[in-house]
């Protein structure tokens, strides 16, 4: 295969981290046998039908010295494969839709410290736990794929192995991404408080890389934070919305609510201000919409800003209208001037002085996916030790049925303990 350099956007590069996921199946005892050979089928899905469309998984990550940013190498360099046995049955896990820290075993790092041009972008483990029941963890890079685009890789992968006559969902792959590109003459109509500009964070532990730096190491637990599930049901949810005064989805209620919450715990003085940033996605927002099968990002960052004396003593309905006012300003103009702002200034999301993202993994048809044995019993993010991101997680059941959320985050152990005192004031 000739060697192809892809253009990444602006925003694609803001976001140069690693992303975990990794699904559990049960299969029944009297069917733990048909199992022996899953490792085996998905290496050859992956290898004879996966990397056909999605081709450029296997390259590299690479640095350009004259133009100052990353592309994409398709140099064929390698998707990583690992299969693996487990002594331990599923029960023996615990509650699989509550993250556990443990489930980094069922994922391959390809190297926490590595340079990016060494690095895997696409890692797969397949284990095979004594019960007949298995996992399948990935490991992705969230320069090349967003959260959508990684799922409708899953879906497709799913689909070969089920033996579905049609193979892959997806025939074509848009990986296109010069239609993201900065515009010339730059204009940049708004100051883009969401994001940090590189020069001013060298000192700065952050999720979110900067294209000359390793890999990061959040993913690495730090001692400095202690981290808790928060479940929310769905009468807690209505709860909110209904105290939200204004018509609101269960996102905006639940982001307006951790936003008030850790606030409360996180900030001292209640004349500084308090920010909370989420993905947005923009497939629908640009003119032209981005066409179906973009492999990009297709996400830009919003965000809510606010003293945090207005967050505490105002009715919850203010916090819920910032939230709808955050998402109202990603129009196409706001995400070409977004883009805009990234080439000047390579800036990535400000999750520093006590802001933080939310990463809304609920909304993911992740536990629709059926590798030839069923819907998995849980699948999601294996979970990082950092307080920058705050997670909200499936419960285990359907979310449009009902289903509550399970809301990951992490802290200082002081603040955590006054976090608990107001995450369910509702």
């Not at 100052?68 to 023996?92: E, H, P, W, Y």
């Not at 769905?234 to 905006?252: D, V």
Request: charged share 20%; net charge neutral.
């Amino acid at each position: 295969m000739p060697l192809e350099t892809i253009f990444l956007s602006n925003i694609d590069q803001a976001v140069t981290f690693p992303v975990e996921t990794v699904f559990f199946f049960e299969v029944p005892q009297e069917n733990s046998y048909s199992t022996l050979d899953i490792s085996l089928r998905v290496k050859q899905a992956v290898a004879e039908v996966l990397l056909v469309p999605y081709y450029f998984m296997a390259g590299r990550l690479s640095f350009n010295q004259q133009t100052n940013r990353l592309q994409l190498l398709c140099n064929n360099d390698g998707v990583l494969f690992v299969s693996a046995t487990s002594r331990l049955r599923l029960k023996d896990l615990g509650n699989l839709s509550l993250p556990n820290s443990t489930f980094n075993h069922f994922v391959h790092r390809p190297g926490l410290y590595k340079s990016l041009d060494e690095t895997a972008l696409f890692t797969i483990q397949v284990t095979r736990f004594a019960c007949g029941g298995f996992s399948i963890g990935f490991v992705t890079n969230h320069a090349i794929l967003d959260g959508k685009s990684a799922n409708e890789m899953f879906e497709n992968l799913a689909s070969i192995c089920r033996g579905e006559t049609e193979g892959l969902q997806t025939k074509v792959i848009y990986n296109d991404r010069t239609c993201l590109k900065a515009r010339n003459p730059l204009q940049i109509r708004y100051p883009h408080k969401e994001y940090l500009k590189l020069k001013d964070i060298s000192s700065l532990a952050s999720c979110f890389t900067a294209p000359e730096q390793s890999s990061p190491s959040p993913l690495i637990f730090s001692k400095v934070y202690t981290h808790k599930v928060f479940s929310f049901t769905p009468e807690m949810i209505s709860t909110l919305k209904r105290k939200a005064m204004t018509r609101c989805s269960s996102f905006e209620a639940m982001v307006a609510h951790i936003w008030r919450a850790r606030s409360k715990a996180v900030f001292t003085n209640l004349d500084d201000f308090s920010a909370v940033l989420f993905a947005v996605d923009i497939r629908s927002k640009t003119s032209p919409p981005l066409p179906n099968a973009f492999a990009g990002n297709a996400v830009v960052t919003a965000f809510a800003n606010a003293k945090v004396i207005d967050l505490v003593e105002k009715p919850f309905s203010f916090c819920v209208e910032k939230i709808k006012e955050a998402k109202e300003r990603i129009t196409d103009e706001y995400v070409r001037s977004v883009i805009d702002w990234l080439e000047v200034h390579r800036g990535i999301p400000a999750t520093c002085n006590g802001n933080f993202y939310v990463s809304a993994w609920w909304k993911l048809t992740i536990n629709e996916l059926d590798f030839g044995f069923g819907k998995p019993t849980h699948g999601g993010p294996v979970v990082s030790g950092n307080d920058e991101f705050v997670l909200l997680l499936s419960d285990g059941k359907c979310a449009d049925s009902g289903g509550g959320i399970n809301v990951w985050l992490g802290l200082e152990p002081e603040k955590m303990q006054r976090l608990m005192i107001h995450i369910f004031e509702i």
